[in-house]
């Protein structure tokens, strides 16, 4: 039964542990109100019943006093020897006339414990002990007082007998006296009971008086801590956080405000620092980028230069032709190094924000012009696909995936690419699709970071440039591939302008 008790112990403190701290303070401040009103009914109860047991208990030895100066009276004024044979007969009918005046029955007996007077009628003679058990009269020895009380219960009553020497005047105990008495609690049980009736309205009405305190106590305890969680819940790296603002906060959820608002303080310049890294970082990674790109036709630029010097003979009949195949090795590095500041140019500058409303359709075709493959194929599920897109960036884009589904294609002996344009509910679909070498699982993370190819030439700036744009206008590029099968690229842009704000 105890294990039980314990495990049910156990299992009310884990459901109490999993409330919330709202729950928690109003089912405390609610066991509390019910743990102090039990508490007080059972000192109550506990107060009264002491306080009967003490109220009998000198009852009984005052009537005990009173009987007693009673019978001393008596043995003053008889004219028998005060003596034990003589009680009976100094008693005969004093013992009535006594126990009349004091409203109590009461008994002597010899020395030896053997009855010789009773105040009770004749008929109740039966209920007396006619001797006393040797127990009472050691006790009565035994006792400094000379004085035994005597304490049983009887149907639910408590009976209480004292035992007393009588003293002849000389104070030589000559009998014993034994005052029965029954403890009637009737009509403080009545009380007891009206009071804990009065007292159980009291605390109904507070215990209704809790609950709403306790309700409204735990939810402006837990207001505060709810607004710092929420704050907390909506905390963004990525943007500018509030602080938290509560008006004559408690000590503790001032400081608790105080730290979060600090920590907003040095998130946002930790931010910022990290944002100005990046920056520095990414030019850094730039320059490095526009230099070794450069770096690479300024070499044979230099070593033409530096052959034309050692082998130019203005005498040689074929000096017009060398000029010429010079010239036109100049104008080709030349020509390379303008297409990389080109590059680098196109993918920093933002996409143009002067949108018109065009015709997908017509616009990819227009871009597919420029190509000379004739194995590039051009599908369409419908004549006119209307949306509002800048020209030249959606050029870009188509232009830009087409070049790197040429690139994958140069050592498939069927070469095919399959450009497809199809609507998509509010959004407009641009598919291009090759039978190339595809993409290795493990470049597929890193296909559209900035400067990244798996190409021996070309700076890798293609793909991400087109990420930028697609993005900016709020749409999105996708592409699956397979290794020695082909890739396909898939992107969709929303046919109303949805521009992100810079």
Known sequence: MAIIVIFNVKIDISLFKKLSLRSRIFVTMILLVVMSSVLIAGITVYQTREQQKDYHRVRLRKKEEQVKQSINYALKETTYPTTTEYLGLIFNKEIYEIADVQNVYFNIYDLEGQLI???????????????????????????????????????????????????DPKSKPIGILNLPYFEDNTFSDMELREFLMRLGGVYLVMFLMAIVLAYFVSKYITRSLQTISDMMNKTDLTKRNKKILIEDPSEEIGKLVDSYNAMIDELEQSAAKLAKSEREQAWREMAKQVAH????????????VQSFERKFDPEDPDIKQKVAEYSKTLIQQIDTMSNIASAFSNFAEMPAQQNETLNVIK????????????????????KEIVAKLDRTQLIRVVTNLVKNAIQAVPEVDAPRILVSVASDGDFVKIAVADNGIGIADGFKDKIFEPKFTTKSSGMGLGLGMVKNIVETYRGSISFSSQPGKGTVFTVRFPKETQLKSA
């Open 293 to 304: 790109e450069i770096k690479n036709p300024l070499t044979p630029l230099r070593l033409s």
């Open 117 to 167: 007077k009773s105040s009770r009628p004749k008929f109740e003679s039966d209920s007396l002990s006619y001797c006393l058990d040797a127990e009472v009269l050691n006790r009565l020895d035994a006792s400094s007082t000379r004085r035994y009380v005597e304490e049983n219960s009887t149907a639910g009553d408590r009976y209480q007998a004292s035992y007393t020497y009588i003293n």
């Open 363 to 382: 616009i990819v075709k227009l871009a597919l012009d420029i190509f000379h493959e004739d194995y590039i194929h051009f599908i369409a599920e419908e």
